[in-house]
């Protein structure tokens, strides 16, 4: 049954148990309540165009919001946020936005991938909630640092994987959390987006929105609206290029973002992570072509191997985006949906998109009694932030949850870069079989630009 609103959730916490030093934090750390005393609730809006600007526009229409800051580095995106809200101080840095915060109580962050852990650690140190889009963070390091830093501020976080505040989403865990379809070995999840890199041919095919096979070696010249500098944030200086900007073209380069699987990987594996209570995989394998250094693949696989959890036995993940796809998928033996989530247990299966789900074979389940809801229903992933920062329940993806959940996407990445199966010991978040420590952080920020 569902815990009572003010019982702090003990599955939340479980995930913390990754790295020991979070976890002394986060049994010490009550949620710190900061709404004002008229229950208004100040909030700053990093990254307001695009995804931002619909959460912006999401949050922003509860009436107990006060919209007192607004940041981005492309000058359109702000002025069209300011003409809405002309009371918001504006900002292009935020890093300027947090030199004077005494008046917010709350940060909304949208910025690009690469950026989202700069925006969100001081707000985190300065007391803030925080809700942040995914991914929560561009690499593993990141991740850790973030997930500690909200444990130790107390504060109210969300990640912003909207699917995850769904009825289906909900109807799905329940499902295999009852055993519905009994011990669950493995659980299979493919997307059908091929973005990234592939030739011309194939991006056409694809309907990506960009075809580039490497590295621009001539720059351009940025619109007179974008802020390049600021928009690279930490990344080294390169000269700008159309191939990077507008968003999402930048998802496809390492240095900004990790392609589908961070992107896509945020909401899919998110119900396979959620239903199967997994934390963090012991090993890692990755299937595809020969690894680009600067650009993510269109098409990819990769398995991750979980120990047992509880009563839980040990079980396999598997992604595939693009092009790959699981082989009782490509024998027909299921529905040809175009992306998924398979459950397969040893008393039958159970197959899941974002909005709709079907236990396998149809025949076996014709007469099954499904268990009584135990989730509560989301008031909506946005308003459930809202409702946690005035005291009033529990987010569904507080940075306890998600902190891990986007270090074991980053660690499909991780795996095929490096190009050979990693063995992961995550308490000293470390792989043990190789050298990979490059591809699990930043190695050079550039000057300026620093998480502390």
């Known amino acids: 049954m569902p815990l009572p609103a003010s019982q702090p959730n003990p599955s939340r916490r479980r995930f913390l148990t990754q790295a020991a030093a979070v976890t002394a934090i986060a049994a010490s750390s009550p949620i710190k309540v900061r709404a004002a005393a008229n229950d208004r609730m100040n909030i700053a809006f990093i990254g307001v165009g695009g995804r931002g600007g619909g959460n912006l526009n999401s949050v922003a229409k509860d009436p107990s919001v006060n919209v007192v800051a607004l940041c981005d580095v492309n000058r359109r995106n702000l002025e069209k946020a300011a003409s809405q809200h002309p009371k918001a101080r504006t900002f292009e840095d935020f890093r300027k936005l947090y030199d004077d915060a005494n008046d917010i109580d709350a940060v909304v962050i949208s910025t690009s991938e690469h950026t989202h852990a700069y925006a969100t650690m001081p707000a985190l140190r300065l007391g803030k909630h925080v809700y942040c889009e995914k991914p929560l963070t561009h690499n593993v390091y990141e991740s850790r640092a973030i997930t500690k830093a909200a444990a130790d501020a107390g504060v109210v976080t969300q990640m912003g994987t909207q699917i995850h505040a769904t009825s289906n989403y909900r109807r799905v865990v329940e499902l295999v959390q009852s055993g519905a379809i009994g011990n669950v070995g493995e659980v299979h999840t493919w997307v059908g987006r091929a973005w990234g890199l592939q030739s011309p041919e194939e991006a056409k095919a694809n309907r990506d929105i960009v075809s580039v096979q490497e590295m621009p070696t001539e720059g351009m010249t940025p ?230």
């Open 223 to 452: 619109p007179e609206y974008l802020n390049w500098d600021l928009w690279l944030g930490p990344a080294q200086y390169r000269p700008f290029h159309e191939v990077y900007f507008p968003g999402p073209k930048w998802y496809r380069w390492w240095d900004f973002g990790n392609g589908t699987m961070s992107d896509l990987g945020s909401h899919w594996n998110d119900l396979a992570y959620w239903a199967m209570k997994f934390d963090a995989p012991t090993s890692i394998e990755a299937f595809g072509d020969e690894p680009h250094p600067e650009i993510a693949p269109a098409s990819m696989s990769a398995v991750y191997e979980y120990g047992a959890r509880g009563d839980l036995p040990a079980a396999k993940h598997f992604w595939y985006q693009g092009s790959h796809k699981p082989q009782i998928w490509k024998d027909k033996g299921i529905p040809q949906w175009g992306s998924g989530t398979l459950f397969i247990g040893d008393k039958g299966m159970l197959l899941s998109d974002y909005s709709k789900h079907v236990l396998l074979p149809e025949a076996d389940f014709a007469d099954f009694k499904r268990p009584e809801p135990f989730i509560a229903d989301s008031p909506g992933h946005h308003q459930e932030w809202i409702n946690a920062c005035k005291g009033e329940g529990e987010t569904g993806s507080p940075f306890s949850y998600a902190g891990p959940l986007t270090e074991a996407n980053h660690l499909g990445n991780v795996a095929f870069r490096a190009g050979q199966k990693i063995l992961w010991d995550s308490e000293a978040m470390k792989i043990t079989n190789m050298d990979g420590e490059r591809f699990l952080r930043r190695m050079n920020p550039r000057d300026g630009w620093s998480l502390g």
